[in-house]
């Protein structure tokens, strides 16, 4: 229910999960990157405005993915030999059920991301038929149950995190609040899904995909450059982990997929840095998590 003024407001930290538990990365690593992509297609722009599918130059900025972006991406993660996740929406899957097989194809991982990108507000009407219908879409046209999910337009809420804890899921991908994996904490004090925070700085969208209905300008590629490799190198002197939010329709064009190519080859010339999925991620926090509850 909806907070109806400040002073209802409870005095506790929105996300009551404990600090992030400290786990060593695999195979000596000193730092991970989750190397996820949002397939939203078209719906980025219907979720803002239903009648946008009769502006067909609206669409065709959505329609790129399917066309060329994910082509592309698939290619350069061969050429790169690196897995990646991709959270789907089940508009996209439907509209594009070949380009979103080609992906599953290629052996990567593929999420939840609801079905016509609309945004988890608390007391949205949509948000179990969004999740349900998603669901349907993933395992009907592509045989997948997904274990890893991502909100919508980056927003979460208490009866979404019920709902992921009730369909099985390992892990979520949403939240903005630290550089480690952690595990959620219900509003009732039992424990949720696996969060993987994302990462602001590696939301390509935020650099502008174009002046259409946006403010935001169009940076240069060396300016995202800079502040990627930056925030690499602080993150793994920190041991943490980077979780990135491309998408199709934006890192799929050709400046952003040159950057995006120069970015992963300099994460491996570390040595040092984890490139994975978010099941993989995931998984290996819940190890550690269980062997450490086994050992106290």
Request: glycine share 8%; aromatic share 10%; proline share 7%.
């Amino acid at each position: 229910m909806p907070v109806a003024s400040l002073d209802a407001l409870p005095l506790l930290p929105a996300n009551r999960a404990p600090l992030s538990p400290v786990y060593p990365w695999p195979k000596g690593n000193k730092a991970a990157v989750f190397l996820s992509f949002d397939v939203d297609a078209e719906s980025a722009w219907t979720a803002k405005d239903p009648n946008h599918y009769e502006r067909l130059v609206t669409m065709s900025y959505g329609g790129f993915e399917a066309r060329v972006g994910i082509p592309k991406l698939l290619e350069m993660l061969r050429q790169q030999e690196l897995k990646a996740t991709f959270f789907i929406t089940g508009w996209a899957i439907e509209a594009h059920t070949a380009a979103c097989e080609a992906i599953l194809k290629d052996g990567h991982e593929i999420g939840h991301h609801g079905f016509h990108h609309l945004m988890p507000d608390p007391g949205a009407p949509h948000i179990v038929e969004e999740m349900d219908k998603g669901l349907d879409s993933l395992k009907r046209r592509l045989g997948v149950v997904p274990v890893g999910y991502r909100a919508p337009l980056g927003e979460s809420c208490e009866e979404l995190r019920v709902l992921l804890k009730k369909h099985g899921f390992l892990y979520s991908s949403s939240w903005r609040d630290d550089v480690r994996p952690y595990r959620q904490v219900l509003a009732d004090g039992t424990p949720g899904v696996v969060e993987l925070p994302a990462t602001m700085t590696f939301d390509d969208w935020m650099y502008g995909l174009t002046h259409r209905y946006s403010p935001r300008p169009l940076f240069p590629r060396e300016h995202v450059l800079s502040i990627w490799n930056d925030e690499l190198a602080e993150t793994r002197d920190w041991g943490g982990l980077i979780t990135t939010v491309l998408h199709p329709q934006v890192s799929g064009r050709p400046m952003r997929l040159k950057l995006l190519r120069e970015f992963l080859e300099h994460v491996k010339s570390y040595g040092d840095v984890w490139i994975a999925t978010g099941a993989e991620i995931a998984g290996h926090f819940a190890a550690c998590e269980a062997a450490d509850t086994k050992a106290a």
